[in-house]
């Protein structure tokens, strides 16, 4: 049986991940990765939203882009899990605010807009899990998973913090995040990192759905 050794670990509950309800906003290198792990984990409803299309710069990170350059992403990995739902839609402030987050259990955001990130954490911290900067890093062990208030050693986290609190969001939800110093100043990934960042935000998921 497909799922035969994961449901061994959590018995009764596996009941919960078949039928939970999973929001994955990006599907570059952290949410790829988180993507896969979460139908490996027996996840029957996940909803997919990116606008992306693969590129040759995502094959050292982005799952499957190898074999769908210039294909939108959502429908390129409709192939590989077919049973997901896709959107294909540019997630931006608006979009938050417009988009029905109710019928999901949990909502991940593997974006890097930062009005949509804040956005996201106003309308539905309860639900939320949010990855912070996995580029420009190159120890997998750095990576880290905390309430938003003590999350550190993040640029991109340190900048949400402040616009949190200028916003007068005093709420939790947890992030991924890392406190390695970053290596360069230009765009830089390895997918140890990346990887890793999709890895805990679908292990995060996990917990959430069976803890209810």
């Not at 596996?14 to 993507?35: D, I, P, Y």
């Not at 999901?104 to 911290?125: E, F, P, R, S």
């Not at 991109?156 to 406190?179: N, P």
């Amino acid at each position: 049986m497909r799922y035969e050794r994961i449901k061994t670990l959590f018995g009764d509950d596996f009941s919960k991940l078949q039928n939970a309800k999973v929001l994955l906003l990006g599907v570059g290198g952290v949410g790829g990765h988180c993507l896969d792990c979460l139908s490996r984990s027996g996840v029957e409803h996940i909803t997919i939203v990116d606008f992306d299309a693969y590129d040759k710069s995502n094959q050292n990170r982005q799952m499957w882009s190898e074999l769908h350059e210039g294909e939108v992403k959502v429908e390129a990995l409709k192939k590989h899990y077919p049973h997901i739902e896709v959107i294909n839609a540019k997630i931006d402030e608006q979009w938050v605010w417009d988009f029905d987050f109710e019928p999901y259990n949990v909502v991940l955001d593997a974006i890097d807009d930062t009005k949509a990130k804040l956005a996201l954490a106003q309308k539905c911290y309860k639900k939320l899990i949010s990855s912070f900067g996995s580029a420009k890093r190159v120890d997998p062990t750095k990576v880290h998973v905390d309430d938003i208030w003590k999350s550190h050693g993040d640029r991109f986290g340190s900048k949400i913090r402040y616009e949190l609190k200028k916003r007068g969001f005093k709420k939790k939800y947890r992030v991924i995040f890392s406190t390695e110093h970053a290596k360069v100043k230009e765009k830089g990934s390895f997918s140890a990192v990346t990887g890793t960042f999709g890895l805990v935000m679908c292990a995060e998921a996990v917990k959430k759905i069976v803890s209810k």
